[in-house]
């Protein structure tokens, strides 16, 4: 497979990464037109040149805001928050796919800024990741990630430097604390500059497109990119990205970061926990189970468990609120093993069933059918749901 090695040995920003990308064979006219269809040409210009850093070529990318006459464009974007910018992805041209990684990318931030400032995420003005050039980074990210065809995204251990950092908040440690949130399960180094090597933008991008964090990759390149980012130090401000070829990836399964959410509950009816939970897989939820448990005062209850993404915690979090008698919710951070899976179609006398063959090193462990497909079938034709499986057993027409 193809896959995209970041190589993070003097951390990653938004416009390092935008840099390397086009260092790397994305066409800056085609990240540019693509841009356009946000509808926001009046607020920043893309300049593209090339720069060095330690005897280090490559490209270097400056987000130019508010073009001159135009400068409310900056202290309208000051106050954008997650509402705004989820407006300006949705509403824009841009293919599915790139609003879906855009969005991701942004929730992520959004999620750590909350947790780090102690408001709901629906309060959160975002300084930075509300401005412009944020809004460029993170959805150029997506574009270049999609214009790439990469099959996956590897990446080494991230440095994030030291020492202090001036933002609107103040001056904070490095790494910042939205840097930490955002960087909770992935393998960091520190203390390689006194400076902030890898910025929040930065961050969110490494943690939503890697698929893997390795820092020996058994990979062939194909060719290499280098982003220059804008500061000079000790290392070479520089972030280095290469399309390779790996035969498999390092693990042999892969590790995905995850929150376990989790209420008791002692005053909700089995009738009225079933369609909570009904509501929780529906609303996207990795896994929802319940766990029968003893209270205080020797009460009979449930835990509800609830495993999702790190970005879809508060939204889980009120969705329990909202459908359960719960005052309070517990959160625990968590890595995930995930085996890939792949599907086929096998076409039976009733009608086509997907196949699901979970892989280890490319190998089928085990093949089950999809239920809902089974169960759809069998309402149908008016079977038996086992005869459905019994047909599939035969291996289909």
């Given at each position: 497979m193809n896959i995209l090695y970041y190589d993070c040995f003097a951390g990653i920003s938004g416009d390092m990464n935008l840099a390397a990308m086009i260092d790397l064979g994305v066409d800056p006219d085609h990240l540019r037109a693509e841009l356009s269809k946000l509808g926001m040409d009046d607020e920043f210009r893309l300049d593209v040149s090339v720069d060095s850093r330690h005897g280090l070529c490559g490209t270097r990318v400056d987000v130019s805001l508010a073009f001159p006459g135009t400068g409310q464009a900056r202290e309208h974007s000051a106050h954008r928050n997650l509402a705004d910018i989820e407006a300006i992805i949705l509403?824009?041209?841009?293919?599915s796919?790139?609003?879906?990684?855009?969005l991701e990318i942004f929730r992520r931030i959004a999620q750590a800024e909350a947790r780090v400032h102690g408001?709901?995420?629906?309060?959160?003005?975002?300084?930075?990741?509300?401005?412009?050039?944020s809004i460029v980074d993170i959805v150029g990210a997506a574009i270049c990630l999609h214009s790439l065809g990469a099959d996956a995204?590897?990446?080494?251990?991230?440095?994030?430097?030291?020492?202090?950092?001036?933002?609107?908040?103040?001056?904070?440690?490095?790494?910042?604390?939205?840097?930490?949130?955002?960087?909770?399960?992935?393998?960091?180094?520190?203390?390689?500059?006194?400076?902030?090597?890898?910025?929040?933008?930065?961050?969110?991008i490494?943690?939503?497109?890697?698929?893997?964090?390795?820092?020996?990759?058994?990979?062939?390149?194909?060719?290499?990119?280098?982003?220059?980012?804008?500061?000079?130090?000790?290392?070479?401000?520089?972030?280095?990205?290469?399309?390779?070829?790996?035969?498999?990836?390092?693990?042999?399964?892969?590790?995905?970061?995850?929150?376990?959410?989790?209420?008791?509950?002692?005053?909700m009816t089995g009738e009225m926990l079933g369609a909570a939970l009904d509501l929780l897989m529906e609303q996207g939820a990795m896994d929802v189970h319940f766990t029968p448990i003893i209270m205080k005062k020797n009460r009979p209850a449930t835990c509800l468990s609830l495993l999702c993404a790190p970005e879809e915690e508060?939204?889980?979090?009120?969705?329990?609120?909202?459908?359960?008698?719960?005052?309070?919710?517990?959160?625990?951070?968590?890595?995930?093993?995930?085996?890939?899976?792949?599907?086929?179609t096998l076409e039976t006398a009733f009608g086509p069933v997907r196949i699901k063959?979970?892989?280890?090193?490319?190998?089928?462990?085990?093949?089950?059918?999809?239920?809902?497909?089974?169960?759809?079938?069998?309402q149908q034709h008016g079977l038996p749901l086992a005869r459905i499986y019994e047909e599939i057993q035969k291996g289909g027409k």
């Open positions: 509403g824009s041209g841009l293919r796919e790139v609003k879906q990684t855009s408001k709901p995420l629906d309060e959160v003005h975002f300084h930075e990741v509300g401005a412009t050039d995204v590897w990446s080494s251990p991230v440095e994030l430097g030291g020492g202090f950092v001036r933002c609107a908040h103040g001056t904070l440690p490095v790494p910042a604390p939205a840097t930490v949130e955002i960087l909770h399960g992935v393998p960091t180094t520190r203390g390689a500059v006194r400076q902030e090597a890898t910025t929040p933008t930065g961050a969110a490494l943690a939503t497109l890697a698929d893997v964090f390795t820092d020996s990759p058994a990979m062939t390149t194909l060719r290499s990119g280098c982003g220059i980012g804008h500061r000079d130090s000790e290392i070479p401000n520089v972030l280095r990205v290469h399309l390779a070829r790996a035969e498999a990836a390092p693990a042999a399964w892969r590790q995905q970061p995850a929150r376990l959410l989790q209420c008791n509950i002692d005053d508060e939204r889980f979090k009120e969705l329990l609120f909202r459908h359960t008698s719960t005052l309070g919710v517990k959160s625990f951070p968590l890595r995930k093993s995930v085996l890939d899976v792949e599907f086929e063959h979970a892989l280890l090193r490319g190998e089928r462990l085990r093949s089950k059918p999809e239920l809902e497909d089974c169960r759809a079938l069998a």
